[in-house]
Protein backbone atom coordinates (compact mmCIF):
# COMPACT_ATOMS: atom_id res chain seq x y z
CA UNK A 1 0.00 0.00 0.00
CA UNK A 2 1.67 3.25 -1.48
CA UNK A 3 1.66 6.62 0.78
CA UNK A 4 -1.71 8.13 -1.00
CA UNK A 5 -3.74 4.94 -0.20
CA UNK A 6 -2.59 5.00 3.01
CA UNK A 7 -4.12 8.05 3.42
CA UNK A 8 -6.95 7.73 1.34
CA UNK A 9 -7.72 3.71 3.59
CA UNK A 10 -9.73 5.83 6.17
CA UNK A 11 -11.85 8.17 4.06
CA UNK A 12 -12.79 4.68 1.58
CA UNK A 13 -13.88 3.11 4.51
CA UNK A 14 -16.08 6.60 5.62
CA UNK A 15 -17.39 6.74 2.30
CA UNK A 16 -18.39 2.66 1.91
CA UNK A 17 -19.77 2.28 5.38
CA UNK A 18 -22.38 5.81 4.89
CA UNK A 19 -23.55 4.16 1.27
CA UNK A 20 -23.66 0.47 2.69
CA UNK A 21 -25.71 2.13 5.84
CA UNK A 22 -27.91 3.81 3.19
CA UNK A 23 -28.54 0.62 1.05
CA UNK A 24 -28.93 -1.38 3.77
CA UNK A 25 -31.66 0.86 4.59
CA UNK A 26 -33.19 0.95 1.75
CA UNK A 27 -33.44 -2.24 1.38
CA UNK A 28 -35.27 -2.64 4.61
CA UNK A 29 -38.21 -0.42 3.39
CA UNK A 30 -38.62 -2.78 0.37
CA UNK A 31 -35.94 -1.82 -2.42
CA UNK A 32 -34.36 -4.25 -4.48
CA UNK A 33 -31.00 -4.64 -3.22
CA UNK A 34 -29.20 -5.16 -6.99
CA UNK A 35 -31.40 -2.45 -8.39
CA UNK A 36 -29.18 0.51 -9.88
CA UNK A 37 -31.48 3.32 -7.83
CA UNK A 38 -31.10 1.97 -4.59
CA UNK A 39 -27.36 2.37 -5.08
CA UNK A 40 -27.85 5.81 -6.86
CA UNK A 41 -29.90 6.75 -3.44
CA UNK A 42 -27.09 5.37 -1.55
CA UNK A 43 -24.55 8.10 -3.15
CA UNK A 44 -27.16 11.04 -2.88
CA UNK A 45 -27.25 10.18 0.93
CA UNK A 46 -23.54 10.05 0.95
CA UNK A 47 -24.05 13.60 -0.30
CA UNK A 48 -26.48 14.52 2.07
CA UNK A 49 -24.40 13.29 4.97
CA UNK A 50 -21.21 14.81 3.75
CA UNK A 51 -23.07 18.25 2.60
CA UNK A 52 -25.13 18.60 5.91
CA UNK A 53 -21.57 18.02 8.54
CA UNK A 54 -20.17 20.97 6.28
CA UNK A 55 -22.55 23.25 7.18
CA UNK A 56 -20.59 24.54 10.51
CA UNK A 57 -18.12 24.56 7.75
CA UNK A 58 -20.01 26.35 5.14
CA UNK A 59 -21.12 29.36 7.88
CA UNK A 60 -17.06 29.93 8.83
CA UNK A 61 -16.52 29.97 4.38
CA UNK A 62 -19.19 32.84 4.19
CA UNK A 63 -17.96 34.78 7.17
CA UNK A 64 -14.86 34.69 5.30
CA UNK A 65 -15.75 35.47 2.33
CA UNK A 66 -17.29 38.72 3.55
CA UNK A 67 -14.83 39.61 5.54
CA UNK A 68 -12.37 39.53 2.36
CA UNK A 69 -14.71 41.33 0.72
CA UNK A 70 -15.12 44.05 2.95
CA UNK A 71 -11.53 43.99 3.28
CA UNK A 72 -10.78 44.80 -0.35
CA UNK A 73 -10.33 48.09 -0.02
CA UNK A 74 -7.85 48.02 2.77
CA UNK A 75 -5.85 45.71 0.79
CA UNK A 76 -6.25 47.80 -2.27
CA UNK A 77 -4.33 50.66 -0.21
CA UNK A 78 -1.71 48.38 0.92
CA UNK A 79 -1.08 46.97 -2.56
CA UNK A 80 -0.60 50.71 -3.60
CA UNK A 81 1.36 51.72 -0.83
CA UNK A 82 4.11 49.15 -1.84
CA UNK A 83 3.41 49.26 -5.46
CA UNK A 84 6.76 49.10 -7.10
CA UNK A 85 8.57 48.34 -4.55
CA UNK A 86 10.22 44.59 -5.30
CA UNK A 87 12.98 44.33 -2.55
CA UNK A 88 13.03 41.23 -0.44
CA UNK A 89 12.20 43.57 2.50
CA UNK A 90 9.49 45.29 1.15
CA UNK A 91 7.48 41.87 0.00
CA UNK A 92 7.77 40.83 3.37
CA UNK A 93 6.84 43.99 5.15
CA UNK A 94 3.77 43.82 2.76
CA UNK A 95 2.95 40.35 3.60
CA UNK A 96 3.40 40.60 7.18
CA UNK A 97 0.65 44.00 7.37
CA UNK A 98 -1.59 41.75 5.33
CA UNK A 99 -1.56 38.54 7.40
CA UNK A 100 -1.70 41.22 10.22
CA UNK A 101 -4.69 42.85 8.79
CA UNK A 102 -6.33 39.37 8.23
CA UNK A 103 -5.66 37.92 11.79
CA UNK A 104 -7.69 41.47 13.14
CA UNK A 105 -10.36 40.59 11.06
CA UNK A 106 -10.62 37.14 11.89
CA UNK A 107 -10.44 36.08 7.72
CA UNK A 108 -8.40 34.81 5.33
CA UNK A 109 -8.53 33.91 1.72
CA UNK A 110 -8.14 29.99 2.64
CA UNK A 111 -11.00 30.01 4.41
CA UNK A 112 -13.61 30.33 1.34
CA UNK A 113 -11.99 26.68 0.24
CA UNK A 114 -12.58 24.97 3.22
CA UNK A 115 -15.52 23.08 2.25
CA UNK A 116 -14.33 21.91 -1.20
CA UNK A 117 -10.96 20.81 0.26
CA UNK A 118 -11.93 19.09 3.07
CA UNK A 119 -14.52 17.27 0.17
CA UNK A 120 -12.10 16.07 -2.02
CA UNK A 121 -10.79 13.20 0.38
CA UNK A 122 -14.07 12.05 0.27
CA UNK A 123 -14.74 12.87 -3.89
CA UNK A 124 -11.45 11.01 -4.34
CA UNK A 125 -12.19 7.82 -1.88
CA UNK A 126 -15.81 7.76 -3.55
CA UNK A 127 -13.72 7.27 -7.13
CA UNK A 128 -11.68 5.14 -5.95
CA UNK A 129 -14.43 2.88 -4.58
CA UNK A 130 -16.36 2.90 -7.82
CA UNK A 131 -13.99 3.02 -9.92
CA UNK A 132 -12.36 -0.50 -8.30
CA UNK A 133 -15.86 -2.34 -8.02
CA UNK A 134 -14.86 -4.51 -11.45
CA UNK A 135 -11.63 -4.63 -10.04
CA UNK A 136 -12.98 -6.23 -6.75
CA UNK A 137 -15.58 -8.32 -8.50
CA UNK A 138 -12.87 -9.99 -10.75
CA UNK A 139 -10.38 -10.77 -8.10
CA UNK A 140 -13.98 -12.10 -5.29
CA UNK A 141 -13.53 -9.69 -2.84
CA UNK A 142 -14.94 -7.04 -1.41
CA UNK A 143 -14.07 -3.04 -0.99
CA UNK A 144 -13.80 -0.98 2.21
CA UNK A 145 -16.68 -1.83 4.28
CA UNK A 146 -18.50 -3.47 0.79
CA UNK A 147 -18.98 -6.82 1.02
CA UNK A 148 -17.88 -9.18 -1.56
CA UNK A 149 -22.03 -9.42 -2.32
CA UNK A 150 -22.36 -5.79 -2.09
CA UNK A 151 -19.42 -5.47 -4.69
CA UNK A 152 -21.20 -7.83 -7.47
CA UNK A 153 -25.04 -6.23 -6.46
CA UNK A 154 -22.90 -2.42 -7.49
CA UNK A 155 -21.10 -4.20 -10.49
CA UNK A 156 -24.48 -5.04 -11.68
CA UNK A 157 -26.41 -2.34 -11.40
CA UNK A 158 -27.63 0.33 -13.19
CA UNK A 159 -29.63 3.13 -14.25
CA UNK A 160 -31.24 4.23 -17.61
CA UNK A 161 -29.11 1.13 -18.95
CA UNK A 162 -26.13 2.08 -18.03
CA UNK A 163 -24.31 0.71 -15.38
CA UNK A 164 -23.27 2.93 -12.37
CA UNK A 165 -19.24 1.47 -12.20
CA UNK A 166 -18.85 2.41 -16.11
CA UNK A 167 -16.79 5.22 -17.20
CA UNK A 168 -17.00 7.34 -20.75
CA UNK A 169 -13.54 6.65 -21.19
CA UNK A 170 -13.13 3.50 -19.69
CA UNK A 171 -14.73 0.81 -21.36
CA UNK A 172 -18.43 3.09 -21.08
CA UNK A 173 -17.90 4.12 -24.71
CA UNK A 174 -19.59 1.35 -26.79
CA UNK A 175 -22.31 1.53 -24.23
CA UNK A 176 -24.90 4.28 -25.76
CA UNK A 177 -26.67 4.20 -22.51
CA UNK A 178 -23.66 5.63 -20.89
CA UNK A 179 -22.46 7.99 -22.89
CA UNK A 180 -25.43 10.12 -23.55
CA UNK A 181 -26.28 9.72 -19.36
CA UNK A 182 -22.67 11.08 -18.57
CA UNK A 183 -23.02 13.52 -21.08
CA UNK A 184 -26.20 14.51 -19.51
CA UNK A 185 -24.21 14.52 -15.92
CA UNK A 186 -21.31 16.15 -16.86
CA UNK A 187 -23.59 19.14 -18.46
CA UNK A 188 -25.70 19.51 -15.48
CA UNK A 189 -22.93 19.09 -13.09
CA UNK A 190 -20.93 21.84 -15.02
CA UNK A 191 -23.60 24.16 -15.47
CA UNK A 192 -24.64 24.22 -11.52
CA UNK A 193 -21.21 25.09 -10.63
CA UNK A 194 -21.27 27.92 -13.11
CA UNK A 195 -25.02 29.01 -11.79
CA UNK A 196 -23.58 29.07 -8.24
CA UNK A 197 -20.70 30.95 -8.57
CA UNK A 198 -22.47 32.89 -11.92
CA UNK A 199 -25.51 33.97 -8.75
CA UNK A 200 -22.61 35.05 -6.01
CA UNK A 201 -20.82 37.68 -8.11
CA UNK A 202 -24.21 39.16 -9.48
CA UNK A 203 -25.68 39.18 -6.65
CA UNK A 204 -24.02 38.66 -3.50
CA UNK A 205 -20.84 41.19 -3.98
CA UNK A 206 -20.69 44.80 -3.11
CA UNK A 207 -19.10 47.30 -5.29
CA UNK A 208 -16.08 47.67 -3.60
CA UNK A 209 -15.44 43.83 -4.17
CA UNK A 210 -16.63 43.75 -7.87
CA UNK A 211 -13.78 46.03 -8.69
CA UNK A 212 -10.99 44.41 -6.58
CA UNK A 213 -8.06 42.62 -8.12
CA UNK A 214 -9.54 39.20 -6.48
CA UNK A 215 -12.79 39.80 -8.38
CA UNK A 216 -10.36 39.67 -11.52
CA UNK A 217 -8.79 35.98 -10.00
CA UNK A 218 -12.63 34.60 -9.17
CA UNK A 219 -14.03 35.54 -12.72
CA UNK A 220 -11.24 33.32 -14.18
CA UNK A 221 -11.86 31.02 -11.62
CA UNK A 222 -15.79 31.20 -12.83
CA UNK A 223 -15.02 29.96 -16.32
CA UNK A 224 -11.98 27.70 -15.67
CA UNK A 225 -13.17 25.60 -12.71
CA UNK A 226 -16.40 23.85 -15.17
CA UNK A 227 -14.02 23.64 -17.90
CA UNK A 228 -11.90 21.56 -15.52
CA UNK A 229 -14.52 19.72 -14.15
CA UNK A 230 -16.15 18.84 -17.63
CA UNK A 231 -13.04 17.60 -19.19
CA UNK A 232 -12.35 15.28 -16.03
CA UNK A 233 -16.04 13.82 -15.95
CA UNK A 234 -15.30 12.20 -18.34
CA UNK A 235 -12.91 9.56 -16.71
CA UNK A 236 -15.61 9.80 -13.62
CA UNK A 237 -17.84 6.57 -13.17
CA UNK A 238 -21.39 7.07 -13.49
CA UNK A 239 -21.77 6.74 -9.79
CA UNK A 240 -19.51 9.66 -9.30
CA UNK A 241 -20.96 11.96 -11.65
CA UNK A 242 -24.16 11.29 -9.61
CA UNK A 243 -22.25 12.30 -6.36
CA UNK A 244 -20.81 15.56 -7.85
CA UNK A 245 -23.92 16.51 -9.62
CA UNK A 246 -25.85 16.15 -6.36
CA UNK A 247 -23.54 17.85 -4.57
CA UNK A 248 -23.82 21.08 -6.53
CA UNK A 249 -27.26 21.05 -6.64
CA UNK A 250 -27.35 21.12 -3.33
CA UNK A 251 -24.24 24.25 -3.18
CA UNK A 252 -26.73 25.94 -5.43
CA UNK A 253 -29.69 25.54 -3.17
CA UNK A 254 -27.49 26.84 -0.40
CA UNK A 255 -25.59 29.73 -2.19
CA UNK A 256 -29.42 30.43 -3.22
CA UNK A 257 -30.71 30.43 0.32
CA UNK A 258 -28.22 32.47 1.60
CA UNK A 259 -28.08 35.19 -1.11
CA UNK A 260 -31.93 35.49 -0.65
CA UNK A 261 -32.25 35.45 3.09
CA UNK A 262 -28.52 36.31 4.34
CA UNK A 263 -27.15 38.80 1.61
CA UNK A 264 -23.28 40.07 1.97
CA UNK A 265 -23.54 43.75 3.22
CA UNK A 266 -23.84 46.40 0.33
CA UNK A 267 -24.42 43.57 -2.15
CA UNK A 268 -27.25 44.18 -4.63
CA UNK A 269 -28.92 41.10 -2.49
CA UNK A 270 -28.79 43.27 0.45
CA UNK A 271 -30.64 46.11 -0.89
CA UNK A 272 -33.21 44.18 -2.44
CA UNK A 273 -33.96 42.16 0.38
CA UNK A 274 -34.09 45.74 2.99
CA UNK A 275 -36.51 46.18 -0.58
CA UNK A 276 -38.82 43.59 -0.05
CA UNK A 277 -38.33 44.34 3.81
CA UNK A 278 -39.87 47.85 3.17
CA UNK A 279 -42.55 46.88 1.11
CA UNK A 280 -43.71 44.45 3.52
CA UNK A 281 -43.98 47.28 6.27
CA UNK A 282 -41.04 45.50 8.13
CA UNK A 283 -37.92 46.85 9.70
CA UNK A 284 -34.93 46.92 7.76
CA UNK A 285 -31.95 44.79 9.41
CA UNK A 286 -28.75 45.70 10.44
CA UNK A 287 -27.11 44.23 7.01
CA UNK A 288 -25.94 46.82 5.58
CA UNK A 289 -23.12 47.90 8.11
CA UNK A 290 -21.60 44.48 9.06
CA UNK A 291 -18.31 44.41 10.93
CA UNK A 292 -16.79 47.43 8.68
CA UNK A 293 -19.72 49.70 10.29
CA UNK A 294 -18.83 48.08 13.71
CA UNK A 295 -14.94 49.03 13.32
CA UNK A 296 -15.61 52.28 12.01
CA UNK A 297 -17.58 53.23 15.29
CA UNK A 298 -15.17 51.48 17.32
CA UNK A 299 -12.21 53.48 15.57
CA UNK A 300 -13.92 56.82 16.00
CA UNK A 301 -14.56 56.01 19.63
CA UNK A 302 -11.14 55.30 20.26
CA UNK A 303 -10.19 58.33 18.79
CA UNK A 304 -12.04 60.59 20.12
CA UNK A 305 -11.10 59.11 23.76
CA UNK A 306 -7.39 59.90 22.49
CA UNK A 307 -8.32 63.38 21.80
CA UNK A 308 -10.42 63.94 25.30
CA UNK A 309 -7.30 61.99 26.90
CA UNK A 310 -4.83 64.55 24.84
CA UNK A 311 -6.91 67.37 26.15
CA UNK A 312 -6.77 66.56 29.52
CA UNK A 313 -3.25 66.32 29.39
CA UNK A 314 -2.24 69.47 28.25
CA UNK A 315 -4.53 71.74 30.81
CA UNK A 316 -2.64 69.60 33.11
CA UNK A 317 0.42 72.10 34.81
CA UNK A 318 2.51 69.05 35.92
CA UNK A 319 5.75 70.12 34.44
CA UNK A 320 5.88 73.58 34.95
CA UNK A 321 5.26 72.98 39.04
CA UNK A 322 8.15 70.58 38.34
CA UNK A 323 10.53 73.26 37.44
CA UNK A 324 9.36 75.63 40.01
CA UNK A 325 10.12 73.13 42.48
Known amino acids: ?3 FETIMFPFKWLVSIIMVGFHEGLTIVGLPAANGWTWTLSIVGLVLVIRAALIPVFVKQIKAQRGMQLLQPDLKKLQDKYKGKTDQLSRQ ?32 ALFQVLSGISS ?27 PLSSA ?13 LSIIMILAMTASQFITQKQIMAKNMSEEA ?32 IYWTTTNLWTMAQQFFVIRRMPTPGSPAAKALAERRAAK ?18 AAAAAAAAAIELKGQRVQPQRKNRKKK
Not at 138 to 157: L, Y
Not at 168 to 180: D, E, F, P, Q, R
Not at 281 to 298: C, N, R, S, T
Open 1 to 3: MDF
Open 93 to 124: AMAQEQMAMYKKHGTNPFSACLPMLIQMPFFF
Open 136 to 162: AKTQGKGIGAMSQEQVIQFDESSIFGA
Open 168 to 180: LLHGGATNVSVVV
Open 210 to 241: MASPFMRQQKMMLYILPVVFGVGGINFPIGVL
Open 281 to 298: GLPALPILGGKKVDAEAE
